[in-house]
Structure formats: structure tokens, C-alpha cells
């Protein structure tokens, strides 16, 4: 199965939850860590690295997993930060407009 592919990529970024999609076996790992917020790089009880050491997952899909889920939060970060302007934008022009009224 490839994962790398811009197809993929494009599905994991536009989807809210497209990450998981096609991991969902790192999903259901990533789940049974202790900590919610785990990154799977040095928490202790970490599903997802007892995994790897177990040999049940491979090391250069954890990576991919990672890869992907760093692009998605780029993504969801960057329209935040597009919606908090259009917000600042909106207040500006209703101040202009309340401005030209009185
Ligand atoms: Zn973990």
C-alpha cells in the first residue's frame, strides 16, 4: 500500500479527521496511550512506541503518520489565523460604518 502519495496527502489535509484515515491502526494505538496529547516520542506508556518495540509497527510509517499529522495541524492552524483576520476585518469595517453614520 503507498501511503506517500499527493492523493493521500490531499485527503489527510482537508478532512478534519483525515489524518487517522488510513492509520487507523496508529489511531487505535495512539488511543490506548496514558496521556491524551501524547506525541509517541518519549511519554511513558505509550502505546504507539510499545508497538514498535513489539515489532508491530513499522518505524517508517510511524514517521509518515507523523509527517501527515504535522501538515494536517499546519493546515487547521493557518485557517484559524485566516478566520481570526476576517473577524478583525469585519470589526473595521462596521466601525467605518458606524463612523460614516453619526
Ligand atoms: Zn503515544
Known amino acids: 500500500m503507498l501511503i506517500d502519495t499527493p492523493g493521500m ?3 489527510g489535509v ?3 479527521d483525515g489524518v487517522e484515515a488510513g492509520f487507523e491502526e496508529l489511531a487505535g494505538l495512539a488511543a490506548q496511550c496514558r496521556y491524551a496529547d501524547c506525541s509517541h516520542r518519549h ?3 505509550c ?3 510499545a508497538a514498535m518495540e513489539r515489532g508491530d509497527l513499522s518505524e517508517d510509517r510511524f514517521a509518515s503518520y507523523l509527517k501527515l499529522k ?3 495541524e499546519h493546515h487547521e492552524r493557518s485557517d484559524l489565523e485566516r478566520r481570526q483576520k476576517d473577524k ?3 470589526r473595521f469595517i462596521k466601525s467605518v460604518q458606524k ?3 453619526e
Request: net charge positive; proline share 5%.
Open 88 to 90: 478583525a476585518c469585519g
Open 43 to 45: 511519554e511513558p506508556g
Open 99 to 101: 463612523r460614516m453614520k
Open 14 to 16: 482537508i478532512g478534519g
Open 70 to 72: 504535522k501538515e494536517s
Open 9 to 11: 496527502r490531499e485527503l
Open 47 to 49: 502505546a504507539v512506541r
